[in-house]
């Protein structure tokens, strides 16, 4: 899928050499100067991590009680949380590394978004297994680490893979994450001025942009790159083990690791989308991010949100097909039972609103688009909200059977969760070029050089 | 235990000890530091005394299990012919009484303000002999029943300063004890045995429950029907009633008759027996005949709402039966002819050959409680100024008395009124002057329940507070005011009364117990103003109310126990709160469900409840426990906790509301009816109800009664039991081979042990015993309502019920709704849930941290100090047994004294840790101690679990797997009851359960 001519065409009003090229200028406007919405929204995103915060360390103080918990329903929102934000950190990846192998061009001018992306959501879902602890300060009770009391982790329990898988992909990401930014840090540092030039002179590495930095960078990023592939996979992987490796009807299901990729793709492409239209908008990056991106997003959300659709019909139909009572009666009662509404909402969001994108024009109406994303992560937290909530109330023994309800305090964690990582990405687009500058302007010598398709 | 520094500690505990290791002799009033330490005190060795339980008139023994001076655990004493070595969950709970936030510390004065104030006991005695000095009027001892030595020390008090004893209990049975002195001349309680009978005929009396010896009752009943000794399944059991009670709810057929029509159906049956048996020779035939003539089978049934043909087979029955029984309605069918109802209940059992065998009648007891007549003429003489001194002990007549009666106004006009009781309560915080007692636990006593049975109460702490013994204070007053009182204290008072034997002997024993045969009686048959009338219900409302006693909190008194109020309520599986039941029929009629508050009117007053609809109830009636609606009271009323204040409230919703009512008291909102004999009425009146529109949840511990087919506890006919019509798969039993592993290997295999356990939910009547006793063994914390309400109760062990094998249907409603019961029809199935200590456990495998382990004896360990409160296990648990610490209940659930009651051996958990049933892994230590010691095994039956040692019926069964010779490998080879919870899940669990037998009436011996 090489860009259409017209994807770059303004890019192709590019001058003769790279340096003269308008990207720098362009992309790295954002970073400067001082909006006041800007620090609006960084000042509201800072207050809500401050407010989630509190509540927290009243939490840590008082007890887990003040959650929502009710007996049989051990986990609630913060594990269901932590999955969405898991899922999230999907697109940055596979949008920098398997799209990189497969040579999809397109993905240049979103691949710093979903990077960065990823970074965030990952350090903010990291954070809910930690404070879903009922000791939070018997965390490292969980890591292997040498003692004096030979005592060990069972390396048998999926908590523990996750830990690994969690912080394996979190370096990785990050590596990944600033190798790429190098080049445009240089950019930055070359731009800026004062004590910021200092910093940006650290973070560049001495970057000249010389023909051996230049190789041994291309080669880091391919071989990050197949470093980070398996992740992709992996990582869903084994938090949907969290799950799946259990005996509780529901999560006991092979499907789950397959089923919880796709739907960590689709709920990270909507997510990109989702911040990357306010930010093209706001930041006039409209030559950078066009349509065509855009259309591209969209044709993989369709694809994942199809595969979605078939793993919640594969789970129902397995459900029935096996003649298990629990299994049946888990599933009968998602639909049907005192968590119907989160059920119908996923599959509608999910699986039915998405269906709209066969249409092509729906695909580059981006005000669309903004909406049906918005929806998709909506859909996807309940899909995380119905595998958790509704399978843990209706278990094997009927007389335990209950219910969980969302208390105020893991709402106000749950908002500043959303805080949390805003104010990352706001201090990111502060900061950094949104737009891998250097990748772009490789397109447009590309295009300069090739007309466009080949 | 802010009000209990560390030195004060150290100075209870030794003196604790001190006590203890001479309880036996004269008490030493002297500390006795740790430094010469007592000889028989060796810290981390428990000392057992034998004592006798208070709790209610039964009297069961006990054995005191105290750490370092503390009582921590009370036991059935073995040796006790009545509860031979059980107790039930009330007298387990009964040890806390010691531990209360309510206690009095120290005597209490009605100061100028009108508030009570702290005072001492040379104040206050002082106090008592003014008040019984000064002034014209009458001194009046109102009190409840009390031991052969207290009531000794009260009359020669009553003697002394010529004061009128008036003995009061709620539950006096004042109907049963005239209709036994109308047809045996003897006014006492008949002992039933219902072991010794092969039909039952239960007229509402719910003596599993309620009755007057549960305990024993209950395992009479069970040993009755043990399928292994009784191949045609042992007694069976018709059981009348309005409502599925849990008496009822072990019955093998309910009969749902209305409310009020006992009368109606134990003439019937009276006048058919006396029909088929004659009159006995030397009574008065014609006395009897025309006492019975009202009886009419066609009437009764058409007064019951049944059909003629149902009790004409209940009466068949009867006569056919070896040795059938009646038993005479309980409190909750207590109707306005309860006198003649029992009397005729009584005739037939005679008339049956049931006196002698499966009832006795003793001797008269010497101070029984009074009727209703009696206490109103006492508001009377209250009201006309007549009494100047009311001298109230063991006894809350201000909360159980009918409001109507205005006992509480009468109060006013008596100049000093002085209250006994050592925790507070409704009639105490209205007294002038306040002696509190010690609490049973400190207390010296005896009991004399029926005859060859003599129970001594001693002492196995040193009292905690600045208490005094009762009968010192009455010794004390009566000799000031110049009488005749017996010398010495009333230690010596006790000690004297058991001069006639060996006395170390008894209380080393816990009494002394003769099989003193009690004499035979013959039919007197003085049955003037007695005979068939309809019972008159008052009332103008649509609705029967029927207060029945609380499981748990019997006359109220329970109220102030913790682990009472948060034991679910075996019939409804309800905590904390008061409810109104109502069928689903009459429920929607109102439009209203699980929660909605209503209003039950009543021509004596109104209460509100909260609704609690379900299939086991009569359209015509409405129910509402008695027990709750206490104003005074840490866990009694709303002091501990505040009404329940959403999700958020935490821990703040523990900030409580003193003076505010948990629940309604529906007694007093019953009139103050009385029978022919004057006794207390308690089915006495119509209710109106009235949808308030307001909501407040109750506490439910399960959500739904249907198993969904899914066999969790199953059931075996009696011809599957024998080995054949193992094809019928009646009521849902097992369709698979029940042993595809063996327990016994789920261990190290160099270990002699592997621990497991064998549950017969055929012995189990669900009455909660192991309940109470694991939670206090294991320092189970009590949450309160607001959290039992967000169903986080931390119980290690619970029952479940069942009804029937369920259906498909259900579970889909946000508001929790047991529908299964029908009415008139009986699957109730109890299963007790303990952790399964699984071979292969899920709970296992996905605990990062290993916090939860397998152990090289099978069990699954939990290690609290190395859980990070993941609470993988607890979802991973197919049996639900897991409980999680969501709040610091281990240091913060436990106030004031309450900390003292800890068991030392079990640890107290930390906030956010889970836990679970260990199988009692602390008694197994123990008694590894001991077997290491003398170089062997540890024996069969060594050790008991907490469960297993209360269950009054002996459904549990602990021991060895590996054992071939133990007893629990016995129990469990029975192939054709025997399962495992869920077996296809393939956990290896080391519960064996026995289905419960379905005995139908075309089986077995009718």
Redesign the interface.
Known sequence: MAPPATAVADALASPARPRDSRANIDIMAPTKGVQWPYFLALGAAVLGVLQALVVLLYQTY?????A?????V??GLYIVTFVFWIGIGHAGTLISAILFLFRAKWRNAVNRGAEALTVFAVITAALF?IL????IW??Y??IPYPNQRS????F?????WD?FAISTYASISVVFFYIGLIPDIAIARDRATGVKKAIYTVLALGWQGTGPQWKAHSRSVLHLSGLATPLVLSVHSVVSW?FA????PGWHATIFAPYFVAGAVFGGFAMVINIMIPVRRIFRLERYLTDYHFENMSRFILLTSTICGYAYAAEYFIAWYSGV??EQ?SFW?RA???Y?LSTWCMITFNVIFPQLLWIKRLRTNLPFLFGLCFFINLGMWFERYVIIITS?S??????????Y?I???ELSVLAGSFCWFSMWFLLFLKVFPVIAITEVKELEIHARDHGGAH | MSELDRRDFLKLVGVGAGAAATACAEPVEKLVPYVEQPESVTPGIAVWYASTCTECPAACGLHVRTREGRPVKLEGNPDHPINQGKLCARGQAGLGRTYLPDRYPQPMLRGAGGELEATTWADATAQLQAGLQGGSGSTVVLGGRVGPSLDGVIDAFAAATGAQRVVYEPFAYEALRSGTQAVFGVASLPIFDPGKADLIVDLGSDFLSSGLSPTENARQYADARNVKTHKSGGTRMISFGPRLNLTTSSADQWLPSRAGSESAIAFAIAQAVVEAKGSPAGADAAGIQAFVAGGNLAKAASEAGLETSELTAVVEAVLHAKNPLILPPGIASTGSNATSTAAAVMLSNALLGAVGTSVSIPPAEASAPVGLAEIKALVADMNAGKVKALLVHDSNPVYSLPAELGFVEALGKVATVVSFASSKDETAELASLVLPDHTPMESWGDRAPRPGVRSIVQPTVRPLLDTQATGDTLLEAGRALGGVMPEGSFRSVVENNWSDVDWRGALALGGVFTDAAIAPVAIQGDFSGLGMKSSSIGGNGEYTLVAFPHHFLGDGRGAALPWLQEIPEPTTKLQWNSWVEMSFATAEKFGVGFGDVVSVTTPAGRIEGSVFPRGGIRDDTIAVPIGQGHSVGFYASMEGEGEHGGWSAGPEAAAGEPGKPRGANVMAVLPAAEDESGGRVWLSTRADVAKTGRFRRLALSQWTDNQRERKLAQVASLAQVAGHGGDDHHGGHHDEPPHTFTAAYDADPDQPYRWGMVIDNDRCNGCSACVASCSIENNVPVVGEAQAIQRRDMAWIRIEKYIGDGNQKGGSARRPVPDSEKLGELDVRYIPMPCQQCGAAPCEAVCPTLATYHNKEGLNGMIYNRCAGTRYCANNCVYKVRRFNYFDYGNENFPGLLGLMLNPDVTVRQQGVMEKCSFCVQRIEGARQLAKDEDRNIRDGEVQTACQQACPTNAITFGNLRDDGSKVVAEADEPERSYHLLQELNTRSAITYLAQVTRDENEGNH
């Open positions: 008082v007890g887990l009680g003040v929502g918990y009710q007996q049989p051990f986990w297994p879903h602890l009922g000791r018997k965390l009770y969980l005592l060990w982790v069972n048998k329990s999926p908590l523990l830990v969290d490796m259990s005996i509780v009572e629990f009666s009662l049907f039972g005192p119907w843990l209706r278990e094997y023994i009927t007389g335990s059977w209950g219910l309800v208390s105020p305090v």
